[in-house]
């Protein structure tokens, strides 16, 4: 038997193709007795996995026999199943959230739900306001208050226009010899993005729907690629809605930077920072030194959890 370690670079549900040390690309699937051990996930093997492949007998195909140890890993809430998780995307090196001021209207309880799982699962994550090209003074001036928001605590932005090309060099610089992800909400040109830092991926992009202003998903199934200028761009299916999995209420603080090195200064262990005497969560948010909308959704995430709604939150504005 000869075993050889790859790199899942695309996923299409049953069937996955693997990158060998020599650049070869090898069509794989998973071995029966590896589905059977209580992953409560829609795939056990994500695009970004290390695996441990055999070449069937007789096949020019490989079964996939062992995972590799993950880095880390970004994971939502399964679309089809509430009751499963789905792995976006493994071993990643930084997750680009794609936003957008306006067209569609920028969602704070999105953009702070996804800081949180990429904050719990030690993901560096960098976010990136696209469309700038369609910028009014209005979306100016609301640009600058988000760029306050999140630039205060520590969160890279990089404002984008995939149309006409502005800060593109800024983030293959990021990009550079490292595995990325690039996420968002349908509708904020992430495809578009992505095809203007790469031409030669030629992902395909749909217009944004009048109807309901959300967008069409573009991308079926996550896939893995190579960059001329060095490392990995992973492109994701557009992000609808986003649950928080995994986390319990306790741990929300921990995951909001801002809140982090405060909360060991509340009057009790085991604040909440809801209602509680002498919190200095509350005081910080009264004060103005934690932003409105980020304690919004603070608020939003822990009622979220006890209530076992984490698909809440993708049309939430605060």
Not at 24 to 35: A, P, S, W
């Amino acid at each position: 038997m000869i075993f050889l370690e790859g790199l899942v670079i695309k996923s299409t549900g049953s069937w996955y193709q693997v990158k060998l040390p020599n650049n070869k690309k090898v069509d794989c699937r998973l071995e029966g007795k590896m589905r059977l051990q209580g992953l409560k996930t829609t795939n056990p093997i994500a695009v970004g996995d290390k695996v441990i492949i055999e070449k069937e007998e007789n096949q020019n195909t490989y079964m996939v026999k062992e995972i590799v140890q993950r880095n880390n890993y970004l994971i939502r809430q399964s679309p089809r199943n509430p009751n499963l998780n789905h792995i976006v995307a493994s071993n990643i090196d930084m997750a680009f959230l794609v936003v957008t001021i306006s067209n569609p209207e920028v969602r704070y309880g999105f953009i702070d739900r996804f800081l949180l799982v990429s904050e719990a699962y030690h993901i560096p994550t960098t976010l990136v306001v696209n469309k700038s090209d369609l910028h009014t003074e209005e979306d100016e001036h609301a640009l600058a208050i988000f760029k306050d928001v999140y630039g205060s605590i520590g969160y890279p932005i990089v404002t984008v226009s995939a149309l006409e090309g502005d800060g593109i060099d800024e983030l293959k610089q990021m990009m550079n010899d490292n595995v990325n992800v690039f996420s968002g909400q349908s509708g904020v040109g992430k495809s578009s993005l992505i095809n203007a830092i790469c031409p030669e991926m030629e992902i395909k992009t749909l217009t944004l729907s009048n109807f309901n202003g959300k967008g069409q998903h573009t991308t079926t199934f996550a896939e893995m690629h190579e960059l001329p200028f060095g490392g990995y761009i992973v492109d994701t299916p557009g992000i609808k809605q986003l649950g928080i999995v995994n986390v319990e209420v306790e741990e929300v603080s921990h995951y909001f930077k801002e809140m982090l090195p405060h909360i060991d200064k509340c009057k009790f262990a085991d604040c909440m920072h809801l209602n509680e005497p002498n919190c200095e969560i509350k005081n910080l948010f009264q004060t103005g030194e934690i932003a409105e909308t980020r304690y919004n959704s603070y608020f939003h995430i822990i009622e979220d959890i006890k209530e076992g709604k984490s698909h809440a939150g993708s049309n939430t504005k605060s």
